[in-house]
């Protein structure tokens, strides 16, 4: 299953299959991205991470992939679990401050079994 | 064991009323942030202390101070509450300020003001 980011903040997927959230950032120096998990009652907690000098990036069942030429990021989680059911959020930072990197709306992934 | 603990977690109050979240780290971070999400989930930093000293000072109204007596902890004091101050707050910490860095989260307190 696929999401369009901002367009579709909800992506429902059948256990087992790969899911991929998609997203369109905002500023063309950003040069870090982030995305985050949220689940239900939590606080976000992050995935996976990858800079403006590579394209992909891989980490355990989960890949970053960035385009910066038409600005969007996104997130392949393989062989998707309930347990990654959760609102997915991307972030970009474009200076030199953690604390400055912005969110994106999220996208709910729920798992069905 | 928790890396960055925040109380209350809930906190149901009145408009007019004044409340304290308070915020403590065991990772032996640097640098301490406060976020606000609101009902929509759209996540935005409201302020950030490294070592007991204000960078970010996001458009706040200054009803809310930020107070951190040392670099484990950061509170968050709101004066005369609003109805749209109701919302999740996250407290959240880094080993540093720098852009790489990556952010803990707490749990979050859910604030609704009535």
């Known amino acids: 299953g696929e999401s369009v980011g901002l367009h579709l903040p909800t992506l429902s997927v059948q256990e087992g299959d790969n899911s991929i959230i998609n997203c369109a950032y905002s500023n063309s120096a950003s040069d870090y991205f982030i995305w985050y998990k949220q689940e239900s009652g939590k606080g976000p907690q992050f995935i996976i991470d990858?800079?403006?000098?590579?394209d992909k990036r891989q980490g355990q069942r989960v890949t970053v992939l960035l385009n910066k030429t038409v600005k969007h990021l996104s997130l392949q989680i393989a062989a998707t679990q309930p347990g990654d059911s959760a609102v997915y959020f991307c972030?970009?930072?474009?200076?030199?401050?953690?604390?400055?990197?912005?969110f994106g709306d999220g996208t709910t992934l729920t798992v069905k079994p | 064991d928790t890396a960055v603990s925040q109380t209350p977690k809930y906190l149901v109050t009145q408009m007019g009323n004044d409340k304290s979240i308070k915020c403590e780290q065991n990772l032996g971070h640097d640098t301490m942030y406060w976020y606000k999400q609101d009902s929509k989930k759209f996540l935005k930093i409201m302020f950030s202390?490294?070592?007991?000293?204000l960078i970010i000072n996001e458009t706040v109204p200054n009803r809310f101070s930020p107070k951190s007596p040392d670099k484990a902890h950061l509170n968050l004091h709101i004066n005369s509450l609003e109805l749209g101050d109701s919302a999740v707050y996250f407290c959240?910490?880094?080993?540093?300020w720098g852009s790489g860095n990556t952010i803990y989260f707490g749990e979050g307190s859910w604030l609704t003001v009535v």
């Open positions: 959240a910490s880094s080993q540093d």
């Open positions: 990858i800079r403006s000098n590579m």
């Open positions: 972030a970009e930072n474009w200076g030199t401050n953690a604390g400055k990197s912005t």
């Open positions: 202390y490294n070592n007991k000293e």
